[in-house]
């Protein structure tokens, strides 16, 4: 069954991306073309209701940041999620990350979490706790993938994981101290109030297949983005953005506009914590394992490091790998003579570590690097680290730290 599922997963995917052919795959993509009508319906008349105050939106009296992008997946959104946490703790702010830990299982017995009185809060009122800011307390089994590496790679920022993410920002406001919380991927949670929205664009695939789920990979009509207070185009290569650009002034014209490109600073072990130079690749042969939206580009980028990427092996994104597959391929490596098997990080916090390891195993170590808009970038950490703190603030405050 999990093998027929992932499959499907596969397929579904080559449909949207228009690798499938066939009738079969035409057929599916026009009623795809259909349900996307009514998807765009669903989406505006939702907004509308929140606009209008119909569905209700909470204030925890604190400051909320959205990380998101109106794209599903591929935009390098969690290396950015973690520099801005990153950045806001270094100077002063209680940070702490709202996931809703996509594809996590439930825990078996929840947390126990001492309450003011002392005693463990209730169940209902306790969300996953990935990290208080010190020692990760999840494995990503149950905190998915982000957040683990987030609470892996974030030394005093605190991981919570809900998919009520307003369940969660109470508890990281009221039992952890938090004044700051970064929704990730949060652009379409409505439920929670931003006081601002970061939204991510890939360079290369600024609006996807430019049409909506379920044909396309638009989540909005790009029209949306004027609901950006800040926009980060990403993955940049060096070449002018200026054509993008100037569309996505034609959706907001007074957000600020930050460039920045995701590059690998290392290849790590994740087993040992080895470390090794990016040209530790060059001239060898490589076997890339990935379970993501986009696995073209991560393969390439590989190459573009010199390895000789022999052996390709794919998993739908989020794939959580079983040992008698990875043994299986790692056979595979051992006979095609293959001298590295290479992941991503978001893929290796997955990666079951073999019985018998004759191929090492290696991620790559990735981190933004701003190329144009870091004077805009480095004004919003400054005005995030300190917002205005108004009378009717101060009361949500007051209130949010209740029990």
């Not at 449909?15 to 009738?23: D, E, N, T, Y």
């Not at 996505?248 to 600073?265: D, K, S, V």
């Not at 690749?281 to 490091?305: M, T, Y």
């Not at 981190?367 to 805009?376: F, N, R, S, Y």
Request: glycine letters at 8%; aromatic letters at 8%; hydrophobic letters at 40%.
């Amino acid at each position: 069954m999990k093998e027929l599922i992932a499959e499907l997963e596969r397929w579904g995917s080559d449909v949207i991306f228009g690798r499938a052919r066939g009738f079969r795959a035409a057929l599916t993509r026009w009623v795809m073309w259909t349900l996307s009508g009514v998807y765009r319906l669903l989406v505006q008349a939702r907004l509308a209701l929140f606009r209008s105050g119909w569905k209700r939106q909470h204030h925890l009296g604190t400051l909320v940041v959205s990380i998101g992008n109106i794209t599903v997946g591929g935009t390098g959104k969690t290396p950015v999620v973690e520099l801005l946490a990153r950045s806001l703790h270094q100077r002063g702010r209680r940070v702490a990350i709202l996931s809703r830990g996509y594809k996590s299982r439930r825990l078996e017995k929840h947390q126990d979490w001492p309450g003011p009185d002392g005693r463990p809060l209730p169940e209902e009122m306790m969300p996953k706790v990935v990290s208080a800011g010190g020692k990760v307390l999840l494995d990503s089994k149950f905190a998915g993938d982000e957040p683990y590496m987030l609470a892996r790679n974030l030394d005093g920022v605190a991981v919570i994981v809900d998919r009520d993410r307003v369940k969660g920002g109470r508890f990281a406001v009221s039992q952890l101290g938090a004044d700051t919380l970064l929704l990730d991927d949060g652009m379409q949670y409505l439920s929670l109030a931003h006081a601002v929205d970061i939204v991510l664009v890939d360079s290369r695939e600024p609006f996807g297949t430019e049409a909506l789920l379920p044909r396309g990979t638009l989540r909005e009509p790009p029209a949306n983005l004027r609901r950006a207070s800040y926009i980060l185009i990403t993955k940049c290569d060096g070449r002018s953005n200026e054509t993008l650009v100037s569309r996505l002034r034609q959706y907001n014209r007074t957000a600020g506009i930050i460039e920045c490109t995701h590059g690998p600073i290392h290849l790590q072990n994740p087993f040992t914590g080895e470390i090794q130079p990016l040209d530790f690749l060059k001239d060898k042969w490589v076997a890339a394992v990935s379970g993501i939206a986009v696995p073209e580009n991560f393969e390439r980028l590989v190459e573009k490091l010199g390895a000789r990427v022999e052996v390709r092996k794919r998993f739908p994104d989020h794939h959580r790998f079983g040992r008698r597959e990875i043994e299986k391929f790692m056979q595979r490596c051992v006979e095609r003579d293959m001298e590295l098997i290479v992941t991503t990080e978001k893929d290796a916090v997955r990666f079951p570590k073999p019985k018998h390891p004759d191929v090492p195993v290696y991620f790559l170590r990735i981190e933004v690097t701003l190329l144009k808009g870091a004077e805009i970038w480095e004004n919003m950490i400054e005005r995030l680290s300190h917002p205005p703190l108004t009378k009717e603030h101060l009361i949500r405050h007051r209130d949010a730290y209740r029990p």
